[in-house]
């Protein structure tokens, strides 16, 4: 039996047709099929129906997929959203502790996985004192941020490769040697102040064999140093906090006053301590638009270039070139800033304007120069505590009644009446014998003057002039300071001296030792002591026993006796062993602070003392007793000893100013390399023997490695 047919309808015979002409039948359709020619009619049809059952189920199974879809997508944003807050608190885990521990093993198999993953230095020779001032109050800094900052702000972080490319380096040291060489021998008088040029003497005028020489030792130099890949000296924790620090805008990281460790706090009580505590003054700062500011500025180059120009006979050639060489500078403004004075309460903030750099800062150190060489003569003039100190060992006995007082100046620098201080120094400095007699009397008073009255500053974006006083940062502004009130110390009363066994002066702070039973000279004396211009003192009481600078100065019996004084909020943050310092820095360190205690100590006892608490305080910072015992004998064996420090200017010496990273060639390859291709090489005249063209040996018998401040951290 034949299967019945089904009747071929228009829909079957619609769905055969290709897809341009199913395309003009929808059309057709749809604009409806009057007026068409019969051919068109033939290919026609009725838009297809659906029954409701089958919409019903197409609508749901629509319904059904867009709520797959909806569901998936919720599902994939939770997940997402669950993974982001995961990985914040991972980083906040690894900011706080440096690690996040794994919940699915035990408590002994974190610990081991992370000890296992510890750098040697850091489990060898961990600083265990690691401190610094939290001065925030809203917002906190990460809750580890003392692993960082715990390190001393000196504190060097070791690039990620070592060096590979030395070609400034050796273009200097040949810029240096080939100098040295074409003057060696010669009349000529290596200036005070210079600034440093790219001159060079031409390669004919310069022995041959030295030429040949330092092209051999830079191309064996070349060798030594290749790229390779340093060990990181900071965790990856630490390296977090840095980035932190660096890149978030409310919190500041700034040094502390005296030396007392790095301070974190907001960026906002930062500047607003700046601007209370200082510059809203209007009796010492005033506030200038940019337009005022770059005017004046511009007026003080002008001054400065009339101040050459007027005084050309009694400026040396030298000093002439430096001094106009340093009116063109990148930047001409200084920059201010503040330093929070941790040891004070309620807490303060000591002004301090950077001028290194800047259109005076040239000026301002020849006007030092000639400055300090007149204070160096006053007779309460002290540069230093040794200086004191010995001042103090060369005393009479003193009198049972004798008792020790100290004077500090109510911030001096910004409280002396410049109008007064230029009229008293002028004076002064016209009528002094005692001055060296090149010096330019009048061209020293016109600079100063003009240092002192046109100290305009940066402060962020705004811009400030200083009314009266001069600021912490200016060249001269000590020697300034100390023979301002050094005039008025030279006319002390007579009735005064014989109540004092001693008076000197640091800056603004006075010590001495008063004799005197009746209390009527001590007011007396203080009254006068505060009659001058509008600088004011702070007297403290007589005692038996003061703090002076960083002594201790007490009577024991008809003598005085010093120790060391150090404040009570010292941090002792010295570098820990793991900084990228080159090693002479720590035996610097060490060597140093043994001459101090035993220069300034006058109980051999108390240096026995204070030794062994700096031996437990650089054990504390993380060196092993084994680097430290051979340190510590070489410092007492070279105690007294007075090392002759080498310099730029010295004939006999040559630098190699190279970055240092631990992974560097060591110093001792580069010496030996020096001796074996320029120095002495074998079967050759020696470096030393070899003359210029003038017939001069050039006499340069050693080299010392220099070395600048590490790169920055540009691997972070």
């Known amino acids: 039996r034949q299967p019945r047919q089904k009747k071929q309808t228009t829909s079957h015979v619609f769905s055969s047709l290709p897809q341009k002409k199913k395309d003009e039948a929808r059309h057709r359709n749809d604009t409806g099929s009057k007026g068409k020619g019969p051919q068109e009619n033939a290919i026609t049809c009725p838009k297809p129906r659906f029954s409701r059952r089958r919409r019903q189920r197409f609508v749901s199974r629509a319904d059904q997929r867009t709520a797959e879809k909806t569901e998936a997508?919720?599902?994939?944003?939770?997940?997402?959203?669950?993974?982001?807050?995961?990985?914040?608190?991972?980083?906040?885990?690894?900011?706080a502790y440096g690690f996040v521990a794994d919940t699915s093993k035990t408590v002994r198999h974190n610990v081991s996985i992370v000890t296992c993953s510890m750098p040697c230095w850091f489990y060898f020779s961990r600083p265990a004192n690691m401190a610094s001032h939290?001065?925030?109050?809203?917002?906190?800094?990460?809750?580890s941020?003392?692993?960082?900052?715990?390190?001393?702000?000196?504190?060097?972080?070791?690039p990620g490769t070592t060096t590979s490319k030395i070609r400034d380096s050796i273009d200097r040291f040949k810029r240096d040697i080939n100098t040295k060489v074409f003057f060696a021998g010669s009349a000529t008088v290596t200036p005070t102040l210079f600034n440093r040029t790219d001159w060079e003497p031409e390669p004919h005028s310069l022995p041959v064999e030295l030429l040949i020489r330092n092209n051999l030792f830079a191309r064996q130099l070349n060798t030594l140093f290749k790229r390779r890949r340093n060990q990181p000296n900071l965790l990856p924790s630490q390296v977090a906090v840095l980035k932190y620090f660096k890149s978030s805008p409310d919190l500041l990281v700034t040094r502390s006053d005296k030396n007392l460790g790095p301070a974190v706090g907001e960026r906002l009580t930062y500047v607003n301590a700046a601007l209370d505590d200082h510059l809203l003054n209007p009796l010492t700062y005033?506030?200038?638009?940019?337009?005022?500011?770059?005017?004046?500025?511009?007026?003080?180059?002008?001054?400065?270039?009339?101040f050459l120009r007027n005084n050309l006979s009694v400026i040396s050639d030298s000093d002439q070139k430096f001094l106009l060489e340093t009116l063109y500078p990148r930047d001409p403004y200084p920059h201010f800033y503040v330093t929070w004075k941790i040891h004070k309460t309620p807490l303060k903030t000591r002004p301090i304007v950077s001028v290194s750099g800047s259109l005076l800062h040239g000026l301002g150190r020849w006007v030092d120069n000639l400055l300090q060489p007149i204070c160096k003569t006053l007779p309460s003039f002290i540069s230093s505590s040794w200086e004191l100190k010995e001042s103090i060992s060369s005393l009479s006995p003193l009198p049972p009644h004798a008792r020790l007082f100290t004077f500090d100046a109510k911030s001096m620098y910004t409280c002396i009446d410049t109008d007064h201080a230029m009229a008293v120094i002028a004076k002064y400095l016209r009528a002094c014998k005692t001055i060296p007699k090149d010096t330019p009397v009048e061209a020293l008073i016109e600079a100063l003057d003009l240092i002192m009255r046109s100290n305009i500053f940066q402060f962020g974006d705004t811009y400030w002039l200083q009314l009266?006083?001069?600021?912490?940062?200016?060249p001269p502004a000590p020697m300034y300071a100390t023979l301002y009130f050094a005039i008025k110390e030279l006319d002390m009363p007579?009735?005064?001296?014989?109540?004092?066994?001693?008076?000197?002066?640091?800056?603004?702070d006075v010590f001495g030792v008063w004799l005197s039973r009746n209390?009527?000279?001590?007011?007396?004396?203080?009254?006068?002591?505060?009659?001058?211009?509008?600088?004011?003192?702070?007297?403290?009481?007589?005692?038996?026993?003061?703090?002076?600078?960083?002594?201790?100065?007490?009577?024991?019996?008809?003598?005085?006796?010093?120790?060391?004084?150090?404040?009570?909020?010292?941090?002792?943050?010295?570098?820990?062993?793991?900084?990228?310092?080159?090693?002479?820095?720590?035996?610097?360190?060490?060597?140093?602070?043994?001459k101090r205690v035993f220069r300034l100590t006058s109980d051999?006892?108390?240096?026995?003392?204070?030794?062994?608490?700096?031996?437990?305080?650089?054990?504390?910072?993380?060196?092993?007793?084994?680097?430290?015992?051979?340190?510590?004998?070489?410092?007492?064996?070279?105690?007294?000893l007075t090392p002759v420090k080498a310099t730029t200017t010295s004939s006999d010496t040559v630098f190699l100013h190279v970055p240092y990273t631990p992974a560097n060639p060591t110093s001792r390859q580069i010496q030996g390399l020096f001796r074996e291709t320029l120095h002495r090489p074998p079967r050759s005249t020696p470096l030393h023997q070899i003359t210029n063209r003038a017939g001069n040996p050039c006499n340069i018998k050693r080299l010392i490695i220099a070395y600048p401040l590490p790169y920055p951290p540009h691997t972070l």
């Open 73 to 95: 997508k919720a599902l994939q944003q939770a997940t997402e959203q669950e993974y982001r807050a995961v990985q914040e608190v991972d980083a906040r885990l690894t900011l």
């Open 134 to 143: 939290d001065l925030t109050t809203t917002t906190k800094p990460p809750p």
């Open 145 to 158: 941020f003392r692993t960082l900052l715990g390190l001393g702000l000196n504190f060097c972080v070791c």
């Open 286 to 306: 005033r506030q200038l638009t940019e337009g005022n500011a770059n005017r004046l500025m511009q007026k003080t180059r002008l001054a400065a270039k009339s």
């Open 468 to 474: 009266t006083g001069t600021a912490m940062g200016t």
């Open 494 to 508: 007579a009735r005064f001296q014989p109540c004092l066994a001693i008076y000197k002066r640091y800056i603004d």
């Open 519 to 594: 209390e009527q000279d001590w007011i007396d004396f203080c009254t006068w002591m505060d009659d001058f211009g509008s600088l004011k003192w702070d007297f403290g009481p007589r005692c038996s026993s003061v703090d002076f600078l960083d002594l201790t100065i007490e009577i024991d019996g008809p003598y005085l006796k010093t120790r060391l004084f150090e404040k009570l909020l010292n941090l002792y943050l010295y570098l820990p062993p793991h900084s990228a310092h080159p090693p002479g820095v720590v035996y610097g360190l060490i060597a140093g602070m043994i």
């Open 604 to 640: 051999p006892t108390d240096c026995t003392v204070w030794l062994r608490k700096f031996y437990t305080r650089l054990r504390h910072r993380g060196y092993p007793a084994a680097t430290l015992q051979p340190l510590f004998d070489a410092g007492f064996a070279n105690r007294n």
